[in-house]
T-cell receptor, first 113, second 114 residues
């Protein structure tokens, strides 16, 4: 069974500092990986997915299959980045999970002024 | 905001009572999902449906039931068999329900036990 682990429940940084939210996964195949974000008083929404290989709001994430990690990074954090971040995994196209997502426990990021 | 609505925003349940949470979408998505969000545990899948009149149990289906009679609606019933129902419930949808698809979430319903 797949599993997603986010080791940090809370992460605090100052504005302008680099930030890295950690995500490790266990899955025997080739997973699809996502980062979802929930800002205060807003609904959960997709931030980025590894197959897109794009930068959203300055965030990037690289899939490292050797280390089974998908850490989220931003070189200069902003106060508006404060939110709950979830790493999530979906089986690859040959799976039978019907698009089921397995979520990590979430990391609350606080960016101080 | 994605065209997914959930009601009510807050719901109170008495002991032994069944309650139903509503989820509606106008995105013409085939697949719909119900998750439970608890502090420190992330989101856990309760049920999912890839097509009308079909649904599958997720990781924590015990004490819950669903129906999918219409494409746009996927109500969740929390039965009296669910011993710890206090949580935040999120409904989501995706285009086809295939692996790797983006899921779109509703605003959630917070269920509290009196």
């Amino acid at each position: 069974a797949q599993r997603v682990t986010q080791p940090e429940k809370l992460l605090s940084v100052f504005k302008g500092a680099p930030v890295e939210l950690k995500c490790n996964y266990s899955y025997s195949g080739s997973p699809e990986l996502f980062w979802y974000v929930q800002y205060s008083r807003q609904r959960l929404q997709l931030l980025l997915r590894h197959i897109s290989r794009e930068s959203i709001k300055g965030f990037t994430a690289d899939l490292n299959k050797g280390e089974t990690s998908f850490h989220l990074k931003k070189p200069f954090a902003q106060e508006e980045d404060s939110a709950m971040y979830y790493c999530a995994l979906s089986e690859d196209a040959g799976g039978t999970s019907y698009g089921k997502l397995t979520f990590g426990q979430g990391t609350i990021l606080t960016v101080h002024p | 905001d994605g065209g997914i609505t959930q009601s009510p925003k807050y719901l109170f349940r008495k002991e032994g009572q069944n309650v139903t949470l509503s989820c509606e979408q106008n995105l013409n998505h085939d697949a719909m999902y119900w998750y439970r969000q608890d502090p420190g545990q992330g989101l856990r899948l309760i049920y999912y449906s890839q097509i009308v009149n079909d649904f599958q149990k997720g990781d924590i289906a015990e004490g819950y039931s669903v129906s999918r009679e219409k494409k746009e609606s996927f109500p969740l019933t929390v039965t009296s068999a669910q011993k710890n129902p206090t949580a935040f419930y999120l409904c989501a949808s995706s285009i086809e329900g295939t692996p790797g698809e983006t899921q779109y979430f509703g605003p959630g319903t917070r269920l509290l036990v009196l």
